[in-house]
């Protein structure tokens, strides 16, 4: 037949066109490659936004991305998507892309050769390598944050290196590693399908989450019952699907979680878990992260403070509503899922709020069992795969190593063929310290990749204000309010546009080709960095050589054969991310957080770590880490093994924290809370989704919210401008009341996406001791209306 | 009495005209059938096609052409989009949801306003809708030219909410793809059998 004919002439004419096009680095029959008669092809990718890490299919014609469509064969969203990630592919096209490299001259930003670029850039890195500071992203690719961890603590012997992971999740990591020892959620999202209770501790899972949410709450479609309890500051989309709303008082989480454990413990009762606690816990006190030993006995006394009554003056919480959920718990017949986000890490006792609710799963036996997790929701696409597991943190190495162990180091030296004492063992600054760095001028540069610190950053008159001063050298995709504050502009390849990996919430490493070309002269991050490495290298910079006198950087191409990956024309020709990632990969051994291998992803829709070799040389994946018989790594002698544990191995810490005031709280001067966040539609700071028209139609401005009696008092109603103000700053928004959410009375809410309605200016930059990381959810605040 | 009177004439009505119409004599058509007015004859653009058009892409969800109850939640939607549940509003019918599976609409279907000028411009070009799916010969049901994930109730877009190009001429039938089979090359997720 002629269709069937032509068909296969236009699948052999698009893949030799693709192939040519792409410069190899889509093989002939890769996994997803299918040509429809409307001639696109298809290739597998993870969606560009959140954590979840759906499994997109991304449809191109003649070298444009012109459809995307849930992946189906993807089991994270099983080809459901949600608003951004059905737009994914139109966040490449906005038509102010960055296309060339840029260097201030007298005042303005000129067009420069990437020559020129990546010289200025190498020359000022060498002169000043000490005070240079390297902030990255979450929604850097794996290979993009290892080739910054070579870059600079590998050689420039610095620990300047921070990523916007510090913002977003450092409370969830340090939370773990006190807790179990070791980063990274033990569930996965097979327990959102058997849970049968939910618990949200302060965050907004129909926006941020979505399909996520969906995935739990589309089982009522079928019939399966699922209670779910809201804990909230405010009514969202999120509480419209939940039984029960409890609302409570900023910072009062700390309480509640100790008024469950109190209510589980009360001897006489046995509500707990019993068994599960003497096999599996040890219990400690403290405020730090070493603590002092407690025994269970002093545990229960300790917890008396936290009475129904204490929870309700401190949280706000009414007795009836803690014990509801208290009971639930205690029920052992429960499945019970807890899922948290940036209500509990961006919290200045973030760290102590993720132990606690470690404890009540703990004290309650629902970990390691199938639909019972405290499941840390991830927000950025890859801040476990490249943050949390490539160590892109201040203190940290690849595969959970810290920069002050000598064993450690001793391993990253070998791996990289450096000379001993390259990498350097003093931690170096976390993101806040970073930009008051940069504000005081201790730090005289930095290089940002793929984030937005002009905007996103809290109390942005404080930690930006004089980054203008600095050289800073900024790789990004389209103009943004830092560009606005740099020295140097690096356009740069976006999503489909280069070769790539991300690690979801479900430790799930998922891998996609280059489908299209950036636009202009747009480059890859990871070259942008070897460039420079190159130039420092060829202009003698001694860090820049590893302990053979040879460029640090050795990339060789499927053959074996060293290329010179410095030079565009050539980079471009080779899969240089699968050479990056197999030199990356043992690294991940060492705590058990093995990733699989390059190829194995390219033929999976990713793989959940711990991933082992089989006998039969097939690849198994994990879905609950600890559990005997799941994770290959489990001592088969217990249920569960917390093989990392701290304290002692094999057992999880119960920690007695407290709770503990906020450093800002309403007064009479500024009687309101502040809590600020994301909407559905827009991704952090809008510079991809504000250039996408759905969904900037459907969202165009930022706003604040209140409750109506708040608003009433102040004569305030929708589209009134008001003036939001702080300690720190203040800026004009249109009111929203009866909007998206519902605020508590005396709190009010602003998203940061719009870069007109600077709302960091009004945060603090407090944050919590352990993790460093501030808390964008509670200050003080005075409404006026102009 | 006035309804029954109503119905009647309806039925003598709508018998006649398919009596005209050899090809389409209906054996037993549902009462619930009768009630509706299928026309069958051409009329203009239904708001469907204003509705296909904003979608970024083929595939792509359709924003919300109008304002919604609230914007918190999702509940609202199925009074008028669930399934079989089409409500009379000036004569148009209103599509029901080609999922009904999923509950949680306002995760994918953002509102629209026309009147919102685009922050900055944007250049991407969206994959535009099939042609016809293919016929073996005249009168032969034509293939499904596009994937039916998510697209499980076909009277959503086909039936008499949907564009007048596309609206089924027998809409009491209701076994669409025991006639109407998918293409393969327009299901990129299932094996490529070459």
Not at chain 1, 165 to 173: E, G, K, P, Q, T
Not at chain 1, 241 to 261: M, R, V, W
Not at chain 1, 757 to 775: G, M, R, W, Y
Request: net charge positive; hydrophobic share 35%.
């Amino acid at each position: 037949m002629i269709q069937q004919n032509r068909r296969a002439f236009l699948k052999q004419a698009a893949m030799a066109a693709a192939a040519g096009a792409l410069s190899g680095t889509l093989p002939a029959n890769f996994n997803g490659l299918a040509e429809g008669a409307d001639q696109l092809i298809w290739a597998k990718a993870p969606c560009r936004f959140c954590g979840t890490g759906c499994g997109v299919m991304v449809g191109v014609k003649d070298g444009k991305v012109v459809a995307v469509q849930g992946d189906l064969e993807n089991p994270v969203n099983r080809g459901l998507l949600c608003a951004k990630g059905y737009h994914v592919g139109s966040a490449l096209y906005g038509s102010d892309r960055l296309t060339q490299p840029m260097v201030r001259k007298n005042g303005a930003l000129q067009p420069v050769s990437w020559d020129e670029a990546i010289d200025t850039v190498a020359r000022f890195v060498m002169k000043h390598s000490a005070e240079f500071g390297v902030y990255g992203s979450g929604q850097w690719t794996i290979t993009e944050g290892y080739t910054a961890m070579k870059f600079l603590k590998g050689g420039c012997s610095s620990n300047h290196l921070d990523p916007n992971a510090r913002l977003c999740m450092a409370s969830a990591v340090v939370g773990m590693i006190t807790t179990y020892g070791v980063d990274e959620p033990a569930g996965s999202y097979d327990d959102f399908d058997e849970c049968d209770t939910v618990v949200l501790w302060g965050n907004n899972p129909a926006e941020m989450h979505p399909v996520l949410w969906s995935r739990i709450v589309d089982r009522r479609s079928k019939g399966d019952k699922i209670e779910i309890f809201d804990l909230a500051t405010r009514r969202t989309r999120s509480t419209e699907a939940a039984d029960h709303y409890i609302e409570f008082t900023p910072q009062g989480d700390l309480a509640i979680a100790n008024g469950i454990c109190r209510y589980l413990v009360q001897s006489g009762k046995g509500r707990y878990d019993r068994d599960w606690i003497e096999k599996n816990c040890v219990f400690r006190e403290g405020e730090d992260g070493a603590g002092k030993p407690m025994s269970f006995d002093d545990y229960a006394a300790w917890l008396e403070t936290y009475t129904p009554e204490y929870v309700e003056k401190v949280a706000g919480v009414p007795p009836h509503q803690l014990e509801r959920l208290a009971s639930t718990f205690a029920d052992p017949k429960r499945k019970v899922l807890s899922l948290w986000c940036m209500g509990m890490n961006q919290h200045t006792r973030g760290t102590w709020i993720n132990n606690l609710v470690y404890n009540v799963h703990f004290l309650s036996g629902k970990f390691g069992k199938p639909g019972s997790t405290a499941f840390s929701l991830t927000g950025q696409p890859s801040a476990c795969g490249t943050c949390r597991e490539v160590g892109t943190l201040a203190h940290a190495l690849p595969g959970g190593r810290l920069a002050a162990n000598e064993v450690h180091r001793s391993h990253v030296e070998t791996a990289w063929n450096l000379p001993s004492g390259r990498l350097n063992p003093k931690p170096g600054f976390h993101a806040v310290a970073m930009f008051d760095g940069l504000q005081s001028g201790t730090l005289k540069g930095a290089w940002v990749q793929v984030t937005n610190p002009a905007q996103s950053m809290p109390n942005l008159h404080k930690l930006t204000d004089k980054l203008k001063e600095r050289f800073l050298v900024v790789s990004d995709i389209y103009p943004t309010v830092t560009t606005d504050a740099a020295t140097v502009v690096l356009p740069s390849a976006c999503w489909v546009e280069k070769n790539g990996l991300f690690g979801n919430s479900e430790r799930r490493t998922q891998q996609w080709f280059k489908m299209v070309e950036p636009p202009g002269d747009a480059r890859d991050d990871v070259w942008q960095m070897i460039a420079v490495a190159h130039r420092m290298y060829e202009l003698g910079f001694a860090g820049m050589k590893d302990k053979d006198g040879k460029f640090l950087f050795s990339i060789k191409d499927a053959s074996g054969k060293e290329i010179e990956a410095w030079k565009w024309d050539v980079f471009r020709k080779h899969n240089v991310d699968k050479a990056l990632f197999e030199e990356y990969r043992p690294l991940t051994h060492l705590k058990q957080k093995n990733v699989a291998p390059y190829d194995e992803l390219v033929k999976t829709r990713g793989m959940r770590w711990p991933v082992t070799e089989q006998s039969d040389g097939t690849w198994k994946e994990t879905s609950r880490r600890f559990v005997r018989g799941e994770d290959p790594f489990a001592s088969p002698d217990r249920e569960i093994d917390f093989y990392w544990g701290k304290v002692e191995k094999g057992k999880a810490t119960i920690w007695a924290r407290p709770y503990q005031a906020p450093p800002e709280v309403p007064d009479e001067k500024y009687p309101f809370w502040l809590t600020t966040g994301r909407v559905l539609e827009h991704w952090h700071t809008g510079t991809m989704t504000r250039r996408v028209p759905q969904l900037n139609a459907a969202m165009p401005k930022a706003y604040v919210e209140m409750h109506p009696f708040d608003a009433r008092k102040l004569n305030i109603s929708t589209d009134d401008k008001v003036r939001i103000s702080s300690r720190r700053g203040a800026i004009e928004l249109p009111a929203w009341i009866n909007g998206r959410s519902l605020p508590q009375k005396g709190l009010v809410f602003v998203p940061f996406f719009e870069e007109t309605a600077l709302i960091n200016q009004v945060t603090l930059h407090e944050f919590c001791p352990l993790s460093k990381e501030p808390d964008y959810k509670k200050c003080a605040v005075k409404i006026e209306k102009v | 009495m006035k309804k029954t009177t109503f119905l009647c004439l309806a039925a003598v009505i709508a018998s006649l005209s398919w009596a005209a119409d050899p090809g389409k004599t209906p054996v037993n058509v549902p009462q619930s059938s009768r009630d509706r007015q299928f026309q069958i004859t051409p009329r203009e653009p239904a708001v469907g096609k204003e509705i296909a058009s904003t979608r970024s892409y083929f595939g792509a969800p359709p924003p919300v052409p109008h304002t919604i109850q609230s914007d918190r939640g999702s509940d609202w939607c199925l009074g008028c989009h669930a399934k079989e549940n089409r409500v009379r509003f000036k004569h148009k019918a209103i599509a029901p949801t080609p999922h009904a599976e999923y509950t949680q609409c306002m995760q994918c279907h953002v509102k629209r306003d026309d009147g919102i000028t685009p922050w900055r411009e944007n250049t991407f070009v969206g994959l535009d809708f099939p042609g016809k799916g293919s016929r073996a010969h005249d009168y032969s049901p034509p293939t499904v030219p596009h994937k039916t994930f998510m697209r499980e109730n076909c009277s959503s877009c086909h039936g008499p909410k949907g564009e007048h190009a596309i609206r089924t001429p027998h809409p009491y039938r209701s076994q669409c793809q025991q006639c109407h089979v998918a293409e393969l090359s327009q299901d990129y997720t299932r094996p490529q059998l070459d």
